[in-house]
């Protein structure tokens, strides 16, 4: 069973400052997706990366995707409140299937 | 905008209740799955379809079944609710072959299940 393991699990930090939240495996996925999940919401699509290496920018959010294709990063840059939510990462998987990690709760006071 | 819905934001049964959980997409997508989440486990699988009729059993199968006679409709089914299976049911649906294994999944927003 291929697994993704995310950290940290929880993150509480003041508007401005910078954060990283990381995903990592020992299995090779063909590709890696970030998703955010708000309160009563279901998670909603950030970025895939397939590429190993690549790094993909939206607005303040930077991911990237190892080089080996095991292990991705979400950094953001000056944190709002509006960042607020459940952070997911998700490696494909065979027949469209994903496997996801347990999460990064984060929390942005203003 | 890919729509998914799901028939219930909430919903309350009794132990040994057959449960029945809708999910209608408006995108045509060929891939419809069932999730359940729950405070540390994360997102897990429990049922896939990728055609009309077709299903798959994901990572947690046991005490569910599913049925898909619709592209458009998939039903996740509690065939006897037990109180283990109180959690938060997320449906997604997603394109099929596109020429990109990588396609998205687009969430409901989920059915909060009790089961007392």
């Known amino acids: 069973t291929q697994l993704l393991e995310q950290s940290p699990q929880f993150l509480s930090i003041q508007e401005g400052e910078n954060l990283t939240v990381y995903c990592n495996s020992s299995?090779?996925?063909?590709?890696l997706q970030w998703y955010r999940q708000e309160p009563g919401e279901g998670p909603v699509l950030l970025v895939t990366?397939?590429?190993?290496?690549e790094v993909k920018k939206l607005k303040r959010l930077t991911f990237q995707f190892g080089d080996a294709r095991k292990d991705s990063s979400l950094h953001i840059t000056a944190a709002q409140p509006g960042d607020t939510g459940l952070y997911l990462c998700?490696?494909?998987?065979?027949?469209?299937?994903?496997?996801f990690g347990k999460g990064t709760l984060l929390t942005v006071n203003p | 905008d890919v729509k998914v819905t799901q028939s219930s934001r909430y919903l309350v049964k009794r132990t040994g209740e057959k449960v029945f959980l809708e999910c209608v997409q408006d995108?045509?997508?060929?891939?419809m799955f069932w999730y359940r989440q729950d405070p540390g486990l994360g997102l897990r699988l429990i049922y896939f379809?990728?055609?009309?009729?077709?299903?798959e059993k994901g990572d947690i199968p046991e005490g569910y079944s599913v049925s898909r006679e619709k592209k458009e409709r998939f039903s996740l089914i509690l065939e006897s609710a037990s109180t283990n299976q109180t959690s938060m049911y997320l449906c997604?649906?997603?394109?099929?072959?596109?020429?990109?294994?990588?396609?998205?999944?687009?969430f409901g927003d989920g059915t909060r299940l009790s089961i007392l």
């Open positions: 997604a649906s997603s394109w099929g072959d596109r020429g990109d294994g990588n396609q998205p999944q687009h």
């Open positions: 299995s090779v996925f063909s590709s």
């Open positions: 990366v397939v590429t190993g290496g």
């Open positions: 998700a490696g494909g998987r065979s027949n469209y299937k994903l496997t």
């Open positions: 995108m045509d997508h060929e891939n």
């Open positions: 379809s990728y055609d009309v009729k077709m299903k």
